[in-house]
């Protein structure tokens, strides 16, 4: 029902809705995070970022979003997807959303990078970030 008053509203006007499928409770798959930085380069500004309860995805995307278009350090833009730990959090077992900003920055200490390089984010979601699925995690 929700969705479907955003369509209307966006009708009306000359806003964009793009939807981006995202669970809390799982990493991003390999399509979900491309999806979602493609949809941050290209969407028209200013954006509205948002999901059911505003915490979990609209936090992890909010803070890629900071990340890649907003001038954000990767660690200021960790922080914007940061929850704090309950059962609302890792709910399917060991991993969330948010994870994507843990799993980065192990990548670049492991291979020398530095995590404020938004190309090489968006090379690493790409060609080395490998979730098939949440059924993999």
């Known amino acids: 029902p929700v969705a479907e008053e955003e369509e209307k509203i966006v009708a009306e006007t000359d806003a ?16 979900q995070i491309n999806v979602l930085i493609e949809a941050i380069e290209t969407a028209k500004l200013p954006m509205l970022l948002h999901c059911n309860h505003g915490v979990d995805r609209s936090g992890t995307a ?13 660690d200021e833009a960790a922080k914007e997807a940061w929850v704090l730990p309950g059962p609302w959090k890792y709910k399917s ?4 959303i948010s994870d994507v900003f843990k799993d980065f920055k192990a990548y670049c200490k492991e291979n ?10 968006k090379k690493w979601a790409r060609d080395v970030y490998d979730i098939p699925d949440h059924a993999s995690q």
């Open 112 to 121: 020398n990078l530095d995590p404020d390089d938004r190309e090489e984010f």
């Open 16 to 31: 964009e809705l793009i939807h981006v499928e995202l669970s809390a409770y799982y990493r991003m798959t390999t399509d």
């Open 62 to 74: 909010g803070g890629i979003t900071k990340y890649l278009i907003g001038g954000a350090t990767f």
């Open 93 to 96: 077992g060991w991993h969330h």
